[in-house]
Protein backbone atom coordinates (compact mmCIF):
# COMPACT_ATOMS: atom_id res chain seq x y z
CA UNK A 1 0.00 0.00 0.00
CA UNK A 2 1.38 3.59 -0.64
CA UNK A 3 2.01 5.83 1.27
CA UNK A 4 -0.89 8.70 2.11
CA UNK A 5 -0.80 12.58 1.83
CA UNK A 6 -3.11 14.20 3.83
CA UNK A 7 -3.19 18.20 3.09
CA UNK A 8 -3.35 20.83 5.76
CA UNK A 9 -5.28 23.81 4.60
CA UNK A 10 -5.40 25.60 7.67
CA UNK A 11 -2.97 28.47 6.62
CA UNK A 12 -4.83 29.96 3.41
CA UNK A 13 -7.37 30.48 6.09
CA UNK A 14 -4.52 31.86 7.62
CA UNK A 15 -3.92 34.04 4.57
CA UNK A 16 -7.68 35.14 4.62
CA UNK A 17 -8.00 36.10 8.18
CA UNK A 18 -5.00 38.56 7.16
CA UNK A 19 -7.23 40.66 5.49
CA UNK A 20 -10.65 39.50 6.08
CA UNK A 21 -11.03 38.52 9.67
CA UNK A 22 -14.68 39.01 10.98
CA UNK A 23 -15.72 39.59 7.11
CA UNK A 24 -15.05 35.83 5.63
CA UNK A 25 -18.75 36.34 4.10
CA UNK A 26 -17.87 39.13 1.98
CA UNK A 27 -17.40 38.22 -1.81
CA UNK A 28 -13.96 39.67 -1.41
CA UNK A 29 -12.81 37.44 0.96
CA UNK A 30 -9.86 35.28 -0.50
CA UNK A 31 -8.56 33.22 -0.72
CA UNK A 32 -11.02 30.29 -0.20
CA UNK A 33 -9.98 27.33 2.19
CA UNK A 34 -12.72 25.14 -0.17
CA UNK A 35 -10.86 26.33 -3.20
CA UNK A 36 -7.83 25.35 -2.08
CA UNK A 37 -9.19 21.71 -0.54
CA UNK A 38 -10.05 21.30 -4.39
CA UNK A 39 -6.58 22.20 -5.66
CA UNK A 40 -5.17 19.91 -3.24
CA UNK A 41 -7.60 17.14 -4.19
CA UNK A 42 -6.54 18.04 -8.12
CA UNK A 43 -2.94 17.40 -7.30
CA UNK A 44 -3.60 14.23 -5.66
CA UNK A 45 -4.02 14.60 -2.02
CA UNK A 46 -5.57 11.79 -0.40
CA UNK A 47 -6.77 13.37 2.55
CA UNK A 48 -7.91 17.13 3.86
CA UNK A 49 -6.79 18.40 7.50
CA UNK A 50 -8.28 21.22 9.22
CA UNK A 51 -8.29 22.90 12.66
CA UNK A 52 -10.40 24.60 13.75
CA UNK A 53 -8.86 26.51 17.09
CA UNK A 54 -10.60 27.78 20.51
CA UNK A 55 -9.19 31.21 19.17
CA UNK A 56 -10.85 30.87 14.96
CA UNK A 57 -6.76 31.99 14.88
CA UNK A 58 -7.45 30.88 11.03
CA UNK A 59 -9.88 28.31 9.96
CA UNK A 60 -13.43 28.65 10.90
CA UNK A 61 -16.64 26.66 12.13
CA UNK A 62 -18.07 27.38 8.59
CA UNK A 63 -14.78 26.33 6.62
CA UNK A 64 -14.84 23.29 8.57
CA UNK A 65 -18.31 22.64 7.47
CA UNK A 66 -18.11 23.85 4.04
CA UNK A 67 -15.13 21.50 3.20
CA UNK A 68 -16.62 18.90 4.61
CA UNK A 69 -20.10 19.16 2.55
CA UNK A 70 -18.11 20.30 -0.88
CA UNK A 71 -14.70 17.87 -0.61
CA UNK A 72 -14.88 14.07 -1.97
CA UNK A 73 -12.06 13.31 0.18
CA UNK A 74 -11.50 12.17 3.48
CA UNK A 75 -11.53 15.03 6.39
CA UNK A 76 -9.20 14.87 9.24
CA UNK A 77 -10.59 17.13 11.73
CA UNK A 78 -7.93 18.43 14.55
CA UNK A 79 -8.76 19.82 17.90
CA UNK A 80 -8.04 20.29 21.17
CA UNK A 81 -9.81 18.61 24.08
CA UNK A 82 -12.44 20.64 24.83
CA UNK A 83 -16.37 20.34 25.16
CA UNK A 84 -16.98 23.01 22.69
CA UNK A 85 -14.71 20.97 19.91
CA UNK A 86 -16.08 17.87 20.65
CA UNK A 87 -19.24 18.97 20.14
CA UNK A 88 -18.32 20.42 16.71
CA UNK A 89 -16.65 17.18 15.68
CA UNK A 90 -19.93 15.04 16.50
CA UNK A 91 -21.79 17.50 14.25
CA UNK A 92 -19.05 17.77 11.38
CA UNK A 93 -18.47 13.90 11.26
CA UNK A 94 -15.22 13.88 9.56
CA UNK A 95 -13.40 10.51 8.82
CA UNK A 96 -10.88 11.11 11.81
CA UNK A 97 -10.18 13.55 14.61
CA UNK A 98 -6.53 13.89 15.79
CA UNK A 99 -6.52 15.09 19.39
CA UNK A 100 -3.40 18.08 19.53
CA UNK A 101 -2.31 19.98 22.47
CA UNK A 102 -3.62 23.73 22.35
CA UNK A 103 -2.40 26.98 23.62
CA UNK A 104 -2.70 30.43 22.87
CA UNK A 105 0.35 30.95 22.53
CA UNK A 106 1.99 29.00 20.21
CA UNK A 107 1.31 30.22 16.48
CA UNK A 108 1.31 26.78 15.34
CA UNK A 109 0.58 23.52 16.96
CA UNK A 110 4.48 22.61 18.97
CA UNK A 111 4.88 19.28 20.74
CA UNK A 112 2.97 16.50 21.09
CA UNK A 113 0.07 15.77 23.52
CA UNK A 114 0.65 14.45 26.70
CA UNK A 115 -1.72 11.17 26.46
CA UNK A 116 -0.17 9.43 29.54
CA UNK A 117 -0.39 12.25 31.71
CA UNK A 118 -4.08 13.56 30.65
CA UNK A 119 -5.28 10.01 30.22
CA UNK A 120 -8.16 10.32 32.63
CA UNK A 121 -9.46 13.45 30.65
CA UNK A 122 -8.84 12.13 27.34
CA UNK A 123 -10.66 9.00 27.33
CA UNK A 124 -14.22 10.28 27.45
CA UNK A 125 -13.55 12.32 24.86
CA UNK A 126 -11.96 9.43 22.61
CA UNK A 127 -14.81 7.20 23.89
CA UNK A 128 -17.72 9.74 22.31
CA UNK A 129 -15.71 10.40 19.34
CA UNK A 130 -15.66 6.86 18.30
CA UNK A 131 -19.84 6.40 19.22
CA UNK A 132 -20.34 8.91 16.57
CA UNK A 133 -18.15 6.90 14.08
CA UNK A 134 -14.90 8.72 14.22
CA UNK A 135 -11.73 7.48 13.99
CA UNK A 136 -9.51 8.84 16.75
CA UNK A 137 -5.51 9.83 16.23
CA UNK A 138 -3.24 11.04 18.99
CA UNK A 139 -0.28 13.43 17.94
CA UNK A 140 2.37 12.80 20.02
CA UNK A 141 6.15 13.09 19.91
CA UNK A 142 7.78 9.98 19.17
CA UNK A 143 7.99 8.41 22.88
CA UNK A 144 7.67 4.60 23.69
CA UNK A 145 5.46 6.39 26.82
CA UNK A 146 3.16 8.90 24.65
CA UNK A 147 2.63 5.43 21.92
CA UNK A 148 1.80 3.17 24.98
CA UNK A 149 -1.02 5.57 26.04
CA UNK A 150 -2.23 6.14 23.22
CA UNK A 151 -2.83 2.36 22.48
CA UNK A 152 -4.66 1.67 26.18
CA UNK A 153 -7.03 4.39 25.57
CA UNK A 154 -8.04 3.29 22.39
CA UNK A 155 -7.10 5.34 19.60
CA UNK A 156 -7.17 3.73 16.12
CA UNK A 157 -3.99 5.85 15.37
CA UNK A 158 -0.85 7.95 16.51
CA UNK A 159 0.47 10.82 14.47
CA UNK A 160 4.06 11.14 15.25
CA UNK A 161 5.22 15.07 15.99
CA UNK A 162 8.34 15.49 13.45
CA UNK A 163 8.87 18.78 14.34
CA UNK A 164 11.94 18.39 16.63
CA UNK A 165 13.39 16.17 13.76
CA UNK A 166 12.53 19.09 10.97
CA UNK A 167 14.59 21.44 13.02
CA UNK A 168 17.43 18.92 13.98
CA UNK A 169 20.18 18.73 11.71
CA UNK A 170 23.56 16.62 11.47
CA UNK A 171 24.01 14.19 14.72
CA UNK A 172 20.71 15.32 16.27
CA UNK A 173 19.21 14.82 13.18
CA UNK A 174 20.12 11.12 13.17
CA UNK A 175 18.85 10.70 17.07
CA UNK A 176 15.83 11.91 16.02
CA UNK A 177 14.68 9.92 12.94
CA UNK A 178 15.80 6.84 15.60
CA UNK A 179 13.22 7.80 17.84
CA UNK A 180 10.85 8.07 15.17
CA UNK A 181 11.85 4.36 14.36
CA UNK A 182 11.19 3.36 17.70
CA UNK A 183 8.22 4.76 17.87
CA UNK A 184 6.52 3.73 14.74
CA UNK A 185 8.06 0.12 15.22
CA UNK A 186 6.30 -0.04 18.39
CA UNK A 187 2.84 1.80 17.29
CA UNK A 188 3.07 -1.00 14.72
CA UNK A 189 3.72 -3.82 16.87
CA UNK A 190 0.25 -2.64 19.03
CA UNK A 191 -1.96 -2.34 16.24
CA UNK A 192 -2.22 1.47 15.78
CA UNK A 193 -1.69 3.31 12.08
CA UNK A 194 1.39 5.38 11.85
CA UNK A 195 0.88 8.48 10.49
CA UNK A 196 3.52 11.32 11.21
CA UNK A 197 3.35 15.70 10.45
CA UNK A 198 4.82 18.49 11.67
CA UNK A 199 7.73 20.42 9.79
CA UNK A 200 7.92 18.05 6.64
CA UNK A 201 9.04 19.25 3.30
CA UNK A 202 10.72 18.03 0.09
CA UNK A 203 14.48 18.52 1.84
CA UNK A 204 13.99 16.35 4.88
CA UNK A 205 11.18 13.54 3.21
CA UNK A 206 14.07 11.31 2.00
CA UNK A 207 15.46 10.47 5.44
CA UNK A 208 11.73 10.59 6.93
CA UNK A 209 11.21 7.57 4.36
CA UNK A 210 13.45 5.24 5.97
CA UNK A 211 10.86 5.20 9.26
CA UNK A 212 8.86 1.86 8.74
CA UNK A 213 5.21 1.30 8.86
CA UNK A 214 4.12 4.95 8.22
CA UNK A 215 0.48 5.33 6.40
CA UNK A 216 -0.08 8.72 5.81
CA UNK A 217 2.19 12.08 6.19
CA UNK A 218 -0.13 14.88 7.11
CA UNK A 219 1.72 18.26 5.85
CA UNK A 220 0.70 21.70 5.13
CA UNK A 221 2.97 24.70 5.61
CA UNK A 222 5.64 23.99 2.98
CA UNK A 223 2.61 22.78 0.14
CA UNK A 224 0.92 26.54 0.92
CA UNK A 225 4.54 28.01 0.93
CA UNK A 226 5.81 26.61 -2.62
CA UNK A 227 2.11 27.29 -4.12
CA UNK A 228 3.14 30.34 -4.22
CA UNK A 229 5.37 29.79 -6.78
CA UNK A 230 3.78 27.01 -8.44
CA UNK A 231 0.27 26.79 -7.18
CA UNK A 232 -1.40 24.28 -4.80
CA UNK A 233 -2.22 21.53 -7.30
CA UNK A 234 1.46 20.99 -8.70
CA UNK A 235 3.53 22.03 -5.19
CA UNK A 236 0.70 18.51 -3.86
CA UNK A 237 2.15 16.72 -6.72
CA UNK A 238 5.66 17.35 -6.20
CA UNK A 239 5.26 15.89 -2.95
CA UNK A 240 3.45 13.06 -3.71
CA UNK A 241 5.93 12.38 -6.40
CA UNK A 242 8.45 12.40 -3.98
CA UNK A 243 6.77 10.35 -1.37
CA UNK A 244 6.29 7.72 -3.91
CA UNK A 245 9.40 5.72 -3.45
CA UNK A 246 8.68 4.91 0.26
CA UNK A 247 8.97 0.87 0.86
CA UNK A 248 7.16 0.87 4.42
Known amino acids: ??????VNIDHIATLRQARFTGMIDSPNAEPSPVQGAEDAMTGGADSITVHVRG???????EDAFAVRQMIDLPLNFEMGNTEEMV???C?????FVCLVPETREEVTTEG?????????????????????GIKVSMFIDPDTVQVEASSRIGAEMIELHTGCFANAFGDERKQETARLKEAAILGHDLGLQVNA???INLENLPE?????HLAELNIGHTLISRSVRVGLSEAVREMREAMSGYQG
Open 208 to 212: LLTVP
Open 197 to 199: GHG
Open 91 to 95: RLKPD
Open 1 to 6: MSLLLG
Open 87 to 89: NMA
Open 112 to 132: GLDVDGLFVSLEPTVKTLQQH
Open 55 to 61: DRRHMQE
